[in-house]
């Protein structure tokens, strides 16, 4: 005989169960959920990414005026926790209402591994590149004042053209620009590594499976891997996230012009995170990943969470099941028939959760 093994659906308590919101706030999430859903994704997108930058060029804004001025402020050091508490506010804060991706390769490996719509993925990639953009803006106007003089004091003393559009410049506060006398072969190799390192752990944290990274540990571990890539090979010349990179290309083009464009290592800087991502992951796919293994109990809590609200945000109440031994009805997250657990379970997968039924004998 053959038997099923299904995953167990426990009922859950929704916020508006116990702590029901103002009736504008209650109107507005109806309205979001039907109509203004894929906004709010994006502008999750969007802040996620400015997370991200605003706190990493704001370390690199102290760094390299420091260096410009001869003080001793922030060091690499800093610049690594700036991006690494800057990756992790941005996953606690707004993954929940996106998915979190923040970074244009992660949203198209989604799209090749998870089935992650097309359409929408364009949408985050634009809302991502548009984060960074306005961090990098923002941060801009902070320093104004201090970048202003400095950049006054370098076209004084003749080298600011030779300075400026460097890692160490005023301009290499914002975009990524290559090394002094960099081979752009070994940048992209540089490149590469850290960013298929950098997904091949992102692909690890997202895995069910995974008992040594349950859901509120990955935030972590993905920042603290952002940190020791920059840390050991930012002198090197790494970007790590499309988004992040041309994004502030925009900015510091808005604001100095064309000179600011980068060169040839601009392409490298945009670009390598892609296929490095995908191939990060097809090692996890090909080498490591394996659907013989038991879910976690953290896992399941999560996945039935994330599976309610979407039930929630549809119907906006829990489904009514029926008790054929009591003939008395009562709200629930899921039916407890079979049928309705595998079709939960066929919609998890479709959502990118890997969940699957698995036959036994």
Not at 15 to 41: C, G, V
Not at 318 to 342: L, M
Request: aromatic share 12%; with cysteine.
């Amino acid at each position: 005989m053959s038997g099923m093994h299904q995953l167990p659906h426990a009922d859950v308590v929704h916020l508006a169960d116990i702590a029901p919101r103002r009736t504008i706030f209650t109107l507005w999430e109806r309205h979001r959920h039907r109509q203004a859903h894929w906004f709010i994704e994006c502008a999750a997108e969007t802040m996620g990414v400015f997370f991200y930058v605003y706190f990493g060029v704001g370390a690199i804004a102290g760094f390299n005026i420091g260096g410009l001025t001869g003080q001793a402020i922030n060091s690499l050091e800093t610049v690594g926790f700036g991006f690494a508490f800057g990756i992790m506010l941005a996953l606690v804060v707004c993954s929940a209402t996106s998915g979190g991706h923040f970074n244009p390769a992660m949203t198209i490996t989604m799209v090749i591994f998870k089935g992650f719509p097309p359409i929408k993925a364009a949408r985050y990639i634009v809302a991502q590149i548009l984060g960074a953009y306005l961090a990098a803006l923002l941060v801009y106007a902070q320093y104004h004042q201090t970048i202003h003089t400095l950049q006054a004091e370098l076209i004084a003393k003749g080298t600011f053209a030779a300075v400026n559009y460097t890692p160490q410049g005023l301009a290499g506060i914002f975009a990524c620009y290559a090394p002094a006398g960099a081979h752009l072969g070994l940048a992209f190799l540089n490149e590469f590594v850290c960013d298929f390192m950098i997904g091949l752990v992102i692909w690890a944290c997202i895995d069910p499976t995974n008992f040594l990274s349950p859901p509120a540990a990955a935030p972590w571990i993905i920042s603290l891997t952002y940190a020791v890539c920059v840390w050991g090979f930012a002198l090197n010349g790494i970007s790590t996230n499309a988004a992040r990179d041309l994004g502030t290309r925009f900015a510091v083009l808005t604001i100095w012009g064309s000179d600011a464009s980068g060169g040839a290592y601009a392409a490298i800087a945009a670009l390598t995170n892609i296929p490095a991502t995908i191939c990060g992951v097809l090692f996890y796919e090909f080498i490591l990943l394996d659907s013989s293994r038991v879910i976690t109990p953290i896992h399941v809590s999560h996945l039935n969470a994330h599976l309610s609200h979407q039930e929630h945000c549809q119907h906006g109440t829990k489904p009514v099941r029926h008790d054929e031994e009591t003939g008395k009805t009562h709200q629930s997250s899921y039916d407890d028939d079979s049928k309705a657990q595998i079709e939960t379970f066929e919609r998890t997968s479709k959502n990118g959760a890997q969940i699957q039924t698995i036959e036994r004998a």
